[in-house]
């Protein structure tokens, strides 16, 4: 964080976008009630591809493709905790062991998105 210049304002940036991405997807799923399940292989088949591209990104370190990536991942992580929260809410996912750990998974990525987002556009390399 100390390397970054800003690193500490970008990481925390970073936290409170991903907080009240979170809060509010949550909150909407909470409240509408709607079933996200339909969200399921359109979110699968997102993240291979988001993570092939992910792959290609490093191999062939191509600077805008990683941005892409990050974009992909945060649109993908706000609609697998829709998805998540909406199997909790309407009994599709009775391991809550199992629905914790994608929760956290998907907040875990969709903040490191948010990050490296926030890297890229503060202009210093």
Known sequence: INAIPNGDQLVMTALGGTGVIFLGLS??????????????????????VAFLAGLGAVVFSI???????????IILMSGMI???????IHG????YIMA???????IYNLFLSLLQ?????????
Do not use: H
């Open 100 to 106: 914790t750990i994608t929760l956290y998974v998907s």
């Open 27 to 48: 909150a909407y799923a909470l409240k509408s009630r709607k079933d996200f399940s339909f969200l399921g292989g359109m979110l699968f088949a997102g993240i291979l």
């Open 63 to 73: 600077p805008a493709l990683s941005l892409a990536v990050s974009a992909m991942f």
């Open 82 to 88: 829709l998805y998540q929260t909406s199997a909790i």
């Open 92 to 95: 599709g996912e009775t391991n």
């Open 117 to 125: 987002i926030l890297g890229i556009f503060s202009g210093d390399d």
